[in-house]
């Protein structure tokens, strides 16, 4: 036989398999369904309500990156001319990325141990203690405008506080302009988010130390686990991965995702871009300048990069306790 006949047995001989792998993958699925024929009722209207304003927007957004858009005229194929404008011709949106993996790698890791530490701290208090603690951690996240407080902390005349409080040190002999100077800005708007974020991982880190077993620390005890810190690598972190990894993804979507913090407090647009991210730039092109098809395109090298961002966090927290 030829080695033509034998690579073309082969390929039937796969594709056969393929088939038949499906057929099964199929048939359990089937069973699946009918087996949990109510549990697949209950879970409808929420998949229904998912698909329609979550996949379908995000599929839309992805098929209109690639054409012009400008909300008067029907969109115009212009294949991959928005991503070459982008990585190639846009200047501003090369410092939105420097600007925004810089705020990522800061606030995301810090605001992330920073809450679980807080969180493992305070769930070692009486639960009155606990409560209260926990209200005043969260309640930053809830205050709606509250992080304004901080355009009077670094207010540029001599009546913010930070001015008033270095001037009087006689470190400062002027007032500075502290979000009208490129070098503060970004630092300035790191920390104001910083402050924001413990709120909600906070209030899942408390949720998931509750809800470990107590009973696995006295088996862990009669195993060989001698102090708190092996109590925490091989017991608390395993038993609430799920909370772990809950708190990682809202993480990584709040410091990517920064806008709101930064216009307000650095202004749209900051001086010299020293605060522009990717949403501030998203926004710009959406919703200022209506370029639809470009500004699609930002939104999906976003969202490529949060999903890149996810994929290593859940790897990494797998190896949590081994």
């Not at 048939?27 to 949990?36: I, K, T």
């Not at 294949?79 to 810089?102: C, H, M």
């Not at 705020?103 to 639960?127: D, K, Q």
């Not at 991982?201 to 470990?212: D, E, H, K, N, R």
Request: charged share 15%.
């Amino acid at each position: 036989m030829s080695a033509i006949g034998r690579v073309n047995i082969a390929v039937k001989q796969w594709s056969t398999a393929r088939n038949q792998k499906s057929k099964l993958h199929l048939q359990a699925w089937r069973r699946d369904v009918v087996q949990h024929k109510h549990a697949y009722v209950l879970m409808t209207p929420f998949m229904v309500l998912f698909i329609l304003f979550t996949v379908v927007p995000v599929i839309l957004s992805f098929v209109i990156s690639f054409t012009y858009f400008n909300m008067l005229e029907f969109p115009r194929w212009v294949g991959w001319d928005n991503y070459s404008r982008l990585f190639l011709k846009d200047e501003i949106f090369l410092i939105a990325i420097k600007n925004t993996f810089l705020f990522a790698a800061i606030t995301g890791p810090v605001s992330y141990m920073a809450c679980f530490l807080f969180a493992w701290l305070i769930n070692e208090l009486s639960p009155k203690i606990r409560a209260f603690m926990t209200l005043i951690f969260y309640a930053p996240s809830i205050s709606g405008n509250i992080f304004f407080i901080w355009l009077i902390i670094f207010s540029g005349d001599s009546y913010g506080y930070a001015n008033g409080l270095l001037m009087k040190l006689g470190i400062l002999l002027e007032p500075i302009q502290w979000l009208q100077n490129e070098r503060y800005v970004l630092l300035i708007v790191i920390m104001v988010q910083l402050w924001l974020s413990l709120g909600t991982g906070f209030l899942v880190f408390i949720a998931g130390l509750q809800s470990v077993d107590r009973t696995l620390y006295e088996a862990g005890a009669v195993d060989g686990v001698k102090n708190r810190w092996q109590e925490l690598w091989y017991i608390t972190l395993p038993a609430m991965r799920p909370q772990l990894l809950f708190g990682a993804v809202i993480q990584i979507t709040t410091s990517f995702a920064v806008a709101e913090v930064s216009t307000a407090i650095a202004g749209f647009p900051s001086v010299n871009y020293a605060a522009h991210t990717i949403v501030t730039h998203l926004l710009d092109y959406g919703n200022i300048r209506f370029e639809m098809g470009y500004a699609s395109s930002i939104a999906t090298v976003l969202f490529l990069i949060m999903v890149g961002s996810n994929l290593v966090i859940q790897k990494l927290l797998k190896k949590v306790g081994e």
